[in-house]
């Protein structure tokens, strides 16, 4: 085929360039040079950097940034957050200090459990498979003794391991559903030594099963962690509404995420916001945290928001819940040097701690997104928050920028009055 390779993973960094450049890029140098322009003058960083991945040609970087101010379970952390998106960590820092003014966040996990499954067929009686699974369970744990030696030191470990049937739904299907605690870990390589090693087992006693596969599971409704702030309705008056009136649309804003999934979707995208920027700057796995949440989040068979308000006796409360499987040990937190400095930034925090901040990060976004929308509009505050970014579209410099940031703290900032600034101001 037209443009294939073959031993492209064996070529070297440069051989991988020059073969992309000469095939995807008509041989333009500034392709090359952009690509070049992000590698790292530290080789050892670098070399750090490619191999954390596969076919690794530059580096992509994203803003690492900073929410100060947020007053957890009477402790304060500066948050780090890794996100692209203007105006988010201005959000979160305006958020965490409104709260810390309030009695600040909080948090507490409610439980840690995660899954595991082997997935396999069996199509004999299934008193017959019971009673199989029923002899062998325990050389499925003594098995798996050497994988789960250090962990068992830990204080995790396997928690059980459970034969579900599953043949309502699809003929022959069997589960080993096994639940796991991984302490500091997130696991995944934990929890799926451990899978294929019971999978190796369990398939040993009989020739009448037939595995699958084995995999841990991202969906973990039982890794759950609680954030909540309240405080008296009247706390929450502005300069514009009274306390009631913010807490009256406020909640009007929460029942409706919690009744329409089109805009529980967004209402949770800001949630997200928050949460993915602390996950990645803390270097875990944001698409499994994604995947996870959002499967909680249409638990009752309609997506539905993940946060919830209430208003008794003249009190204000705002909580979320959160499925959330993190790990502060083990993964890119030993390896990457800013996801170590993110995690010193926090105090070294156990991963259910880091459970507690993540949700406080997603709590305290929702208020921020919720305030703005219910009251200025989220333009207004998302657009100042963008105006460098058009700014550097049309590579204004610096005496622009600081004369055109001077206007706009005055006038409304719209993509076509940007524009249309810069142009008086170049006339
Ligand atoms: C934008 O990234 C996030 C918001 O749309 C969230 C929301 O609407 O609640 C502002």
Redo the contacts with the bound molecule.
Sequence with gaps: MENSVSGFSKFTKAEKIDWLIANHFQNNPKAKADLERYWNTDEVLQKLHDEFTENTISNFYLPFGVAPNFLINDKMYVIPMTIE?SS?VAAASNAAKFWMERGGFKAEVLSTTKVGQVHFMFHGAFSELEALFKTIKPQLFEETKAITKNMEARGGGILDIALMDKTEKLSGYYQLHTTFETKDAMGANFINSCLEQIATTFKSCSKDIQVVMSILSNYVPDCLVRAEVSCKVDALATNTYTGQEFADTFLQAVRIAEIEPYRAV??N??IM?GVDSVVLATGNDFRAVEAGVHAYAARSGSYSSLTHASIEDGAFKFWIELPLALGTVGGLTGLHPLVKTALELLGKPSAKELMEIVAVAGLAQ?FA??K??TTTG?QQG?MKMHLLNILNQFEANATEKIHLIEHFKTHTVTHSAVVEAIENLRA
Excluded: F, M, R, Y
């Design positions: 998106e988010v967004t209402h995208k800001g916001n929702n997104a919720l703005s929308l989220i998302h």
